[in-house]
């Protein structure tokens, strides 16, 4: 299963992802600049944050309480469809998935 | 990979915080980290507990709050189920409960709103080096690295300055509770419990208490009810509101854990600029600003270890630890760990990953205070490397008596103004 992610330079990169890994993980483990996924997928660093693609959003599952909170503590302003990655856990649904990741 | 070569027989006693008054004893480290990674430390004063030493295992512990949990006790002292109700914060909660603590204050403390800070803190930086400097010769810890973090606090939680001494002086009686230098009541030597209610068992803590709510009222009376104090007061997004006790836990815990660590980080990384001629150079030439301050504190390690408590049996290398143990995360040892770091006892401010361990990373009790100390750190290294041609000892230099908070509390340098 493959997600991109497309940088702020505008380049893209695309990984295989296992299932049931999270979004955050994947991309640590992929070297993405900008997501850093400090506190280890515990919510509350707010350093995996990315951007859904819009057509995307809704297969990525609900927004908690937690997590919407945590996104006005991104160092990046929230968007519309903004996440915290390391909340989206990796499935058939999202085959093919695409990420902004924010920041210059 | 660097070899480890050992100076000593390696096998300290962690527990002692005499075992810690030359620094961190580096040679056990390395030999647990080589030999025993889950290491039962036998412990006089309390139950045993078990040390973890290697990075990649504090990791992999650290993000399962639901095996290791905070919420029993944070440093390897036991504690009564009354002691801790009475001395705990958000620090020594779990998932979810703590995040309902977190969120309130996670905006004030992000990297983006602390960027905002960046001109005052340089504006500190230079006032406080405009005095420092003169004297040409001086104690680095006193009157660089115990100034800035100690300011700060001051804009944060909106106190006056004519107040910050005291602040800082009772902030340090909690957090190096077993150094006499910043105590009269020496943690691991007091015949008396009757502090043990307190923060940190200290009499501080209660000097602490009365200093919060007279500031709160004060505050009230001035109608300013916007700052980090107030945020806390906020309800949750169930209702909930916090108790005085754990508000007043939370502002003892904001003027201990923003202090001292910054502190240690700024002094540890004076200290590697006058043994490591070539990082004054590099500071100068820039181009390390990106990673040098991650570098520093790592090489800081301030907070040396902290504790959960585990809640289900589980196994690791062989071993097999107990629903109710105690399991202490070695910061220090994790960032030395020699499988993790190339050179791991040199200063590289160029080092890129540094997946170091200092703020309490892979878990949901990661530093709240990172980016500040990030940023404070940043910007006192590039002033200071701007300001000064050289630097160099002045003599030796002492280290904190204690398990738990790391760093040179005296250093003496003779600077030469650039
Ligand atoms: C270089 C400086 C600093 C270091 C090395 C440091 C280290 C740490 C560590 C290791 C933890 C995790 C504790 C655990 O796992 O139980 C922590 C948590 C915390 N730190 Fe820092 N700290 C520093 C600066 C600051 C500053 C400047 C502040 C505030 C102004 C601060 C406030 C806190 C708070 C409130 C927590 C508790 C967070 C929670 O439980 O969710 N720290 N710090
Ligand atoms: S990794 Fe820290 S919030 Fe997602």
């Known amino acids: 299963m493959q997600v991109t992610w497309i940088l702020p330079d505008g380049t893209t990169r695309s990984a295989e992802v296992q299932p049931g890994r999270t979004l955050m993980e994947a991309a640590v483990a992929n070297g993405i600049p900008n997501v850093h996924g400090e506190c280890g997928g515990s919510l509350s660093c707010a350093t995996c944050h990315v951007v859904v693609d819009p057509e995307w959003i809704d297969r990525t599952g609900p927004l908690g309480d937690f997590e919407d909170a945590m996104l006005d503590a991104t160092e990046t302003a929230r968007a519309p469809t903004s996440r915290l990655s390391c909340q989206i856990e990796m499935s058939a649904d999202l085959d093919g998935l695409r990420l902004v990741v924010p920041g210059g | ?418």
Request: aromatic share 8%.
């Open chain 2, 1 to 418: 990979m660097t070899v480890w070569t050992p100076t000593d027989d390696g096998h300290a006693d962690l527990t002692s915080h005499d075992a810690f008054v030359d620094g961190v004893p580096h040679n056990t480290f390395a030999r647990l980290r080589r030999d025993d990674p889950l290491h039962y430390t036998e412990y006089s004063a309390g139950r045993s507990f078990w040390s973890v030493t290697r990075q990649a295992d504090i990791l992999r512990l650290n993000r399962q709050a639901d095996l290791l949990s905070s919420a029993q006790g944070i440093r390897i002292e036991d504690q009564t189920e009354e002691e801790y109700l009475a001395r705990r914060t958000f620090q020594e909660t779990d998932p979810p409960e703590h995040m309902m603590t977190r969120i309130k204050v996670a905006r004030a403390f992000s990297k983006g709103v602390v960027a905002g800070f960046e001109p005052q803190i340089r504006d500190l930086c230079n006032q406080i080096l405009d005095r420092a400097l003169d004297c040409g010769s001086f104690d680095a810890t006193r009157e660089i690295a115990r100034e800035l973090p100690m300011r700060m606090l001051g804009i944060i939680i909106g106190v006056p300055a004519s107040d910050l001494p005291w602040l800082v002086d009772k902030g340090d009686a909690l957090m190096a509770n077993t150094d006499p230098d910043f105590t009269d009541h020496v943690l691991d030597r007091m015949t008396t419990d009757a502090y043990r209610l307190m923060p940190f068992n200290s009499p501080a803590g209660a000097e602490l208490y009365d200093y919060a709510s007279a500031l709160m009222a004060r505050k009230a009376a001035a109608g300013d009810t916007d700052g980090v104090l107030h945020m806390l007061l906020r309800p949750g997004p169930d209702g909930s509101v916090i108790s005085d006790t754990e508000f007043r836990n939370f502002f003892c815990l904001l003027v201990a854990a923003g202090n001292d660590t910054t502190r240690y980080s700024i002094a540890a990384g004076i200290q590697a600029l006058c043994h490591q001629p070539e990082l004054l150079g590099q500071m100068k030439a820039g181009g390390i600003w990106e990673t040098a301050p991650d570098e520093i504190i790592r090489w800081a390690t301030p907070a040396l270890h902290f504790r959960r408590t585990a809640t289900r049996d589980f196994q690791m290398h062989g071993k097999t630890v107990r629903a109710g143990d105690k399991v202490v995360y070695w910061f220090a040892s994790a960032n030395r760990d020699e499988t993790v770091f190339d050179d791991p006892f040199r200063v590289d401010l160029a080092r890129q990953p540094n997946a170091h361990l200092s703020f309490g990373q892979g878990g949901p009790h990661i530093c709240l205070g990172m980016w500040l100390a990030r940023l404070e750190v940043r910007i006192l290294f590039q002033e200071l490397a701007r300001r000064i041609a050289a630097i160099e000892p002045a003599g030796p230099h002492r280290f904190v008596r204690s398990n738990f908070m790391g760093g040179i509390k005296t250093l003496p340098v003779t600077v030469k103004a650039a």
